[in-house]
């Protein structure tokens, strides 16, 4: 009878072992997805980052060149503009005349106080690459 209780609690103990070991490679592969997890949301919140400061650079420039006579809005060539997001976002203008293709139905209209605006914001990625986005519009000024 006590061969049969040893035997009992030899197998239960062995039985716990593997229970143990199950459990810790279940935790662990789950550790391992939330660790990747949270590098991804980190990767997109700084990518987020410098997509929303190259955006706001634009805004503060665009708001710059709406402020300017259009004589100076015409002499606009790759000209750097001051903005509030620091050195890490670069944005250069260049401005010229509204030419019939740029707009639909102004073939008979007066298209010289209207000025072709081109911004170009340039920011490094999380990757340590040069992103570059334009952006254009027209702008009028009487």
């Given at each position: ?60 420039a ?13 002499r ?21 005349g ?45």
């Amino acid at each position: 009878m006590k061969a049969r209780q040893i035997a009992a609690t030899g197998g239960q103990a062995g039985l716990g072992m593997l229970e143990v070991l199950i459990a810790v490679i279940i935790i662990s592969i789950a550790a391992t997805i939330l660790i990747i997890s949270s590098r991804t949301a980190v990767t997109g919140q700084q990518r987020s980052r410098a997509y929303g400061d190259a955006a706001t650079a634009v805004k503060e420039a665009m708001e710059i060149i709406q402020m300017l006579p259009l004589d100076s809005i015409s002499r606009m060539s790759d000209t750097p503009l001051e903005h509030s997001q620091g050195p890490s976002v670069a944005v250069k203008a260049s401005a010229r005349g509204v030419l019939p293709s740029d707009v639909t139905n102004f073939a008979s209209q007066d298209t010289s106080t209207l000025r072709y605006i081109t911004l170009q914001a340039s920011f490094k990625s999380q990757a340590g690459f040069t992103v570059t986005k334009i952006f254009t519009t027209v702008i009028y000024k009487p």
